[in-house]
């Protein structure tokens, strides 16, 4: 199996000020390195400042990255120009956390799902509203849809449409940021179930990003923890979960609050400044 | 032991343009001192709105309706004026919310905060205030309590802040602690640690707390009592540990088979089990049961005469005409993933 993306030792460091002009430097991502297969669903688990998200953003060259390289199919794209990267924007795409902020309210759903293919170019008119009402069909979405307004749908609805929106350009790589984590369990369910199906009906690549170890581990073959910018082990979605080898790893899994769990009493619940 | 808040045939309807909103209908429920109750429900079911009417924080402007009792330490709440109820907050019951940042005021520091607190509620000055906020810090877990006094709430983290919140809340030895969605915001070993901390301070201090929260895991770990809610509505209500074994209403089985558990993934051909349809809007009026319409057990009745409150074999209160066949008919409708 060949590789699709390759991410190696890639690093951010963000520069803030501060007060009196001075320089602080963050590390957000240091060293991660992370092959990613066709078809492979990737789940990254980790806590808030972990750097997955910073790790999304990079991949779709939303951030530049300090350091490292990023390979699509072998070719680096790491410091691909706007219009060079524009075609690789079409094989991967992004669905992130709020479906309330990133769909924009003065657009209709049509216009909303439309515009990726439209600003690729190449397709008439009509071409785009039959894959428009196809991809909201698959997502479970009525056609009347296209002509409505945001507001007028519930958060796990937009979600899907987010989905309809990141799926017009037929990418084969889809980040997904998050995706479930503003919904309501019920509606986490359905998502989760049409991201299944898509995946097998589009031989689609999932990198999906969360916080919540029992979702990553339900839509990802690999699992990868990360901590403060750093891989802490990867391995299959299983091993991981039920024989992680690091000790952070076990932790993580420990704090994870489940039906049926006894409630832990822990050793020092204490924190200092 | 006697409940120290006794809510019965709660009903709540809010202003709207057009009109009122009936928003909770007959909700009763009781939390005993030292004990935990956990409100769980999807967005929209109601539990917070339990939680403003007990403490009169709602959002009609003065023109919301509310009905039935809400007994708190032997008082009638639903008879106080506001400025009675404004003594109560703050002093006998407290309230700790999902976002800390949005709670704390940015210009002061958590000192000056705490001894406001304090100094409303209890005749002391500045400086007996403050030794009182440090000891507060120090039993919620804070090792340098006298930095963090000084501290503004942006130099702190969100556990540290949510931890400032408990230790408000709890300073003035409140006999009711209201906790919405506390944790909701926080990492999971962080929000380990505030799970603790509450559980701690309502065994110690014999707090009775009311803990609301959409996290069934949370929830079942901490809660000695439970009450699920849809739509306004307490559907079932019981013993933490029974309703999580033993769930009766078809909605409480649904909840818990659309949680991701480690042992179920989609590789393996797991699917989630996922509610069909939406939550009803509580502008529209409904004959019979409000979770009928996405029921799988739903028959004519459902649709046609509100259930009555039945209590189970097992102690549970369920609010279902038909939770026999939704209990003995288990893992058909609602897919693998059932038995958490």
Redesign the interface.
Known sequence: MSALLEIENLTKTFRTRGFFGKVKEVHALNGVSLTIHKGESIGIVGESGCGKSTLANLIVRLEEPTSGTIRLDGKDITHLKEEELRPLRRRIQIVFQDPYSSLSPRMTIGQIVAEPMRVLGGHSEAEIRERAETLLHMVGLQPGALARYPHEFSGGQRQRISIARALMTEPEILILDEPTSALDVSVQAQVLNILTDLREKLHLTYLFISHNLAVVKYISDQTVVMRRGEVVEMGPSDRILTAPSEKYTRELIEAVPMIGKPFRLLEDPAESL | MEPILSIRHLSLSLPVKKGMVSILHDVSLDVAPGQILGLVG??GSGKSMTAFAVTRLLPGGGREKIGGSIRFCGEELTEKSEKEMQAIRGRDISMIFQEPMTCLNPVFTIGRQMTDVLMTHQKISRSEAMKKAEDMLTSV????AA??LR?YPYEL????RQ?VMIGIALSCRPKLLIADEPTTAL???????I???V??ACRRLGTAVIFIS?????I???CDNVAVMYSGHIVESGAAADV??QPEHPYTR???A?????T????AG??????PG?VPDPSEPMAGCRFAPRCPYATEICRTRPPADTVTGSGHLVYCHNWETAVSSAGNAWGKGDE?
């Open positions: 999807e967005s877990h804070i090792r340098q930095d963090v501290c983290s969100g556990g540290m931890r990492d999971v070993t962080v929000q380990a640690k799970l603790y901390l559980r701690e959409h996290d069934l895991g949370v079942s770990q901490i999580f074994s649904a909840l818990m659309a949680v991701p558990k480690f179920v993934s989609a590789a797991d699917k989630l089990f996922a509610i939406i958490a």
